[in-house]
């Protein structure tokens, strides 16, 4: 038997007057998932547990099979393993994002305009964070380069008790109430602070500006944790897994599992990623020993973030006919028995470009245990109306490994 995920991040949505009072899976063109779902169990399962915010690190996790109410130290702890840092015990992983800051005197009186500053390149992004690494980096303090926007502080010695916001949660805001908070707070924000000005003039960004591009001129801290202590997936499930992901996010808890992570040239984490690429990928990956692939894609939670529509719809549409489609006619034609679960980690509404914690829509599919649903396409209200519900996500992959 093979085993493929197939994530869509933030995939599911609310209805959306600009849709007709429908959800992106409701009016996206899906006709391979809709069939996965007429001949698969459809229903709903709650990934994120009450007491944990929505973020995809937990949602994730979840998805994975690991209860995050176990095994969560934290979100960026999970992408400083896939950046390839060597955490203490000791140690405070802190996420640093690269972000556009309006341009008002006082920095507390800043907007979020942009968290991922214009997605930037991560050629620019590895120069100004070896800019802000040499000019803020001490004995306690190390700055590390990741993908695009997204990288990564580490705090020596320290301890968890900072309160701080993910920048996509505040797109459009002011920031003055969302600065850091806490143990931290105050050291958290004179970085930040002090980052502004080493970056709002720096020549990559008057470049960027120049063409018409949202500048980085700041960076933005958030999703502090720990080391993370992950059972490896094959003492969990006994199968040979392998991840897919352009994020290091989703990479990291790869890593932490001692999963194969998969690099796929191309891959972006928007909708202009190589989402034939990591099609392609993963069944090479499933032809070459691994029992279970999980392919994640961020296209339809960026859109999500930034409100586009479009594009959220077309990013749905995009993984269905080259990922989806192709992942069903490649394992029809290798001959072995094989199930499918199709689901996003969370919803990410476009109504309010961030994350929340409801029950999200799955589909597993059988070849050898083909069953009619009784609806003949995916999305929010089928499966809610199928009335099956898995209180979290482990239970769900407990569900689609194990039975």
Not at 83 to 112: F, Q
Request: proline share 5%; glycine share 8%.
């Amino acid at each position: 038997m093979k085993y493929v995920v197939i994530l869509g991040d933030g995939m599911a949505d609310y209805p959306n007057e600009a849709l007709g009072g429908k959800t992106p899976l409701s009016v996206a063109k899906k006709p391979n998932i809709d069939r996965l779902c007429k001949y698969g169990e459809i229903g709903l399962v709650k990934t994120v547990p009450d007491n944990l915010k929505p973020g995809s690190d937990v949602a994730n996790l979840s998805m994975m099979g690991y209860a995050p109410d176990k095994y969560y130290s934290g979100r960026s702890p999970l992408e400083a393993l896939s950046i390839g840092i060597d955490l203490k015990d000791t140690d405070i992983a802190i996420r640093c994002n690269l972000v556009t800051l309006s341009e008002e005197e006082n920095y507390s009186d800043k907007r979020m305009v942009d968290y991922s500053a214009g997605e930037i390149s991560t050629q620019e992004a590895e120069e100004l964070i070896a800019h802000i690494a040499k000019n803020l980096s001490s004995k306690t303090l190390d700055f590390y380069a990741g993908v695009s926007y997204r990288h990564c502080l580490v705090v020596h010695d320290a301890k968890l008790g900072t309160d701080f916001t993910p920048p996509h949660d505040i797109s459009d805001k002011y920031i003055t109430q969302y600065l850091p908070k806490g143990r931290y707070g105050d050291l958290m924000t004179s970085l930040m602070v002090k980052s502004y000005e080493l970056l709002k003039d720096h020549p990559i960004n008057k470049k960027r500006i120049a063409e018409g591009k949202n500048p980085a001129n700041s960076i933005w801290l958030w999703g502090e944790g720990t080391k993370p202590a992950l059972t490896s997936f094959s003492e969990k499930y006994g199968l040979k897994g392998s991840v897919i992901s352009a994020v290091d996010l989703i990479k990291g808890i790869g890593i932490g599992a001692k999963m194969d992570v998969i690099e796929v040239p191309g891959a972006t984490g928007t909708y202009h990623t190589n989402f034939a690429g990591k099609a392609e990928y993963a069944i090479d990956a499933l032809k070459n020993g691994s029992d279970y692939v999980y392919i994640h894609m961020e296209a339809p939670d960026e859109c999500g973030h930034q409100g586009d529509i479009e594009n959220k719809v077309k990013s749905i549409e995009l993984i269905d006919e080259i990922v989806v489609g192709y992942i069903i006619k490649k394992l029809d034609e290798m001959g072995e028995n094989y199930k499918i679960l199709v689901a996003p980690d969370h919803p990410t509404p476009l109504s309010l470009k961030t994350h929340t914690r409801d029950a999200v829509p799955f589909i597993i599919y059988s070849s050898d245990k083909k069953q009619e649903s009784g609806y003949d396409t995916y999305n929010e209200d089928t499966c809610r109306q199928s009335g099956n519900y898995y209180k979290d996500g482990e239970s769900l992959i407990n569900r689609f490994l194990k039975e």
